[in-house]
């Protein structure tokens, strides 16, 4: 049995608080309460329904030091679209929850492309360290396969019962699996 360990998310809480603000499956109660937002950003969005200006830019003002101040905690975390999206290609290969915190769809899920940039043996079996850091291990090396070098072009394509499918150079898929 592989044991494969994920990396802390210590300080990911809250992915995208500006997105999340704007985003329609944020759902509303009768009260206009944002109940799918964290406190600290559902406090910043209930502003927005302040019709006197000066008490709607006091509120922004009270619950936007407040957001700021969590973030400087380390209680929230605020990341872009580029930020998730390096987040999830430096997990890609390991089982994961389905949850939208890192932004991805369905698709561009289950193929990655990069940039071998380490190749070494286990057992008699090519270990490839990535670009994005990550290293992949491969069930076998079979007789077709060409040695692997740093620099060369790697796909990993989802197969079944957690492996994957490793392309080198455009060459016949061999079966892997992400070390670590």
């Known amino acids: ?18 997105m999340a603000l704007n985003s329609p499956a944020a759902a509303k109660d009768e009260n206009g309460q944002n109940h799918d937002l964290p406190q600290v950003l559902s406090k910043l ?8 200006d000066a008490e709607r830019l006091a509120c922004y003002d009270r619950e936007s030091g407040s957001l700021i101040s969590a973030a400087d905690k380390g209680e929230v975390k ?3 679209k580029a930020e998730a ?8 290969g390991f089982s994961l929850p389905k949850i939208a915190l890192f932004g991805g769809d369905e698709a561009s899920d289950d193929i ?12 008699g079996k090519y270990r490839l360290t990535i670009a994005e850091g990550a290293t992949w291990q491969l069930t076998e090396n079979p007789y077709y396969l060409r040695r692997p070098k740093a ?3 790697v796909e990993f394509k989802k197969a ?7 392309r080198i150079n455009r060459q016949t898929g061999v079966k892997g699996y992400r070390v670590n």
């Open 112 to 123: 990655m492309q990069t940039t071998i940039t380490d190749v070494s043996t286990v057992n």
């Open 85 to 92: 999206k390096e987040m999830r290609r430096s997990l890609f």
């Open 1 to 18: 049995m592989k044991r494969m360990f994920l990396p802390p998310f210590t300080a990911m809480t809250v992915a995208a608080a500006a």
């Open 160 to 166: 079944t019962f957690g492996s994957y499918f490793v």
């Open 78 to 80: 605020v990341i872009d």
């Open 45 to 52: 969005a209930e502003c927005r329904a302040l019709a006197d």
């Open 151 to 153: 620099g060369d072009q």
